[in-house]
C-alpha cells in the first residue's frame, strides 16, 4: 500500500478552524485540499487559516485549489489565508499577482519580510489527520 502524500489535519476554534497540510500537493493531492477546505465552509467556519509549514511540494495545481477556495470563502463572508508557503508555492503567488488574496498582503506587495510572517493561529493543539490520501 503506498504512502498517502499528503495529509490534512483540522482544529476548530467557534468560526475559525486551521488546516495543516502535510506532504505534497499537486493534481493528484488537489482534490483533498479542495475536499478540506469545502467541509470547512459547510459546517459554517468562516475564517480559515492555512499551515503550509510541513508542505513539501506544491504546484500551480495547488495554487489552483487555494484560490477556488478563497473564492469560495470570500462568497460565504469569510476569509481564507495561507501561512508559511513553501518557496515554490510562494514564487507562484508572486508570479500570478495574488498575494493580497492569500497571504494577507496589502495589493502589490510581493512577499512579506523574512520573518514577518503571520503566525498560524493556535498551533500548539496536537494534530490528528482529518483526511489523507486521494479523494476521486
Same mark, same amino acid.
Given at each position: 500500500?503506498?504512502?498517502?502524500? *499528503? &495529509?490534512?489535519?483540522?482544529?476548530?476554534?467557534?468560526?475559525?478552524?486551521?488546516?495543516?497540510?502535510? #506532504?505534497?500537493?499537486?493534481?493528484?493531492? %488537489?482534490?483533498?485540499?479542495?475536499?478540506?477546505?469545502?467541509?470547512? @465552509? #459547510?459546517?459554517?467556519?468562516? &475564517?480559515?487559516?492555512?499551515?503550509? %509549514?510541513?508542505? %513539501?511540494?506544491?504546484?500551480?495545481?495547488?495554487?489552483?485549489?487555494?484560490?477556488?477556495?478563497?473564492?469560495?470563502?470570500?462568497? %460565504?463572508?469569510?476569509? @481564507?489565508?495561507? +501561512? +508559511?508557503?513553501?518557496?515554490?508555492?510562494?514564487? @507562484?503567488?508572486?508570479?500570478?499577482?495574488?498575494?493580497?488574496?492569500?497571504?494577507? *498582503?496589502?495589493?502589490? +506587495?510581493?512577499?512579506?519580510?523574512?520573518?514577518?510572517?503571520?503566525?498560524?493561529?493556535?498551533? +500548539?493543539?496536537?494534530?490528528?489527520?482529518? @483526511?489523507?490520501?486521494?479523494?476521486?
Amino acid at each position: 500500500m503506498p504512502i498517502p502524500q *499528503l &495529509t490534512v489535519y483540522r482544529h476548530d476554534r467557534r468560526k475559525r478552524a486551521l488546516i495543516t497540510l502535510s #506532504g505534497e500537493i499537486d493534481l493528484e493531492s %488537489t482534490p483533498l485540499v479542495r475536499t478540506a477546505l469545502e467541509w470547512c @465552509l #459547510g459546517d459554517g467556519i468562516r &475564517t480559515i487559516d492555512v499551515d503550509l %509549514t510541513p508542505v %513539501t511540494f506544491c504546484d500551480c495545481s495547488g495554487l489552483n485549489a487555494f484560490l477556488h477556495a478563497s473564492r469560495q470563502t470570500t462568497l %460565504t463572508g469569510g476569509i @481564507l489565508q495561507l +501561512h +508559511h508557503p513553501p518557496p515554490m508555492l510562494a514564487k @507562484l503567488v508572486d508570479l500570478a499577482g495574488c498575494a493580497f488574496l492569500l497571504l494577507g *498582503l496589502p495589493f502589490g +506587495h510581493l512577499s512579506p519580510p523574512l520573518g514577518d510572517a503571520p503566525a498560524a493561529p493556535h498551533r +500548539h493543539v496536537p494534530m490528528v489527520p482529518v @483526511l489523507s490520501g486521494d479523494v476521486r
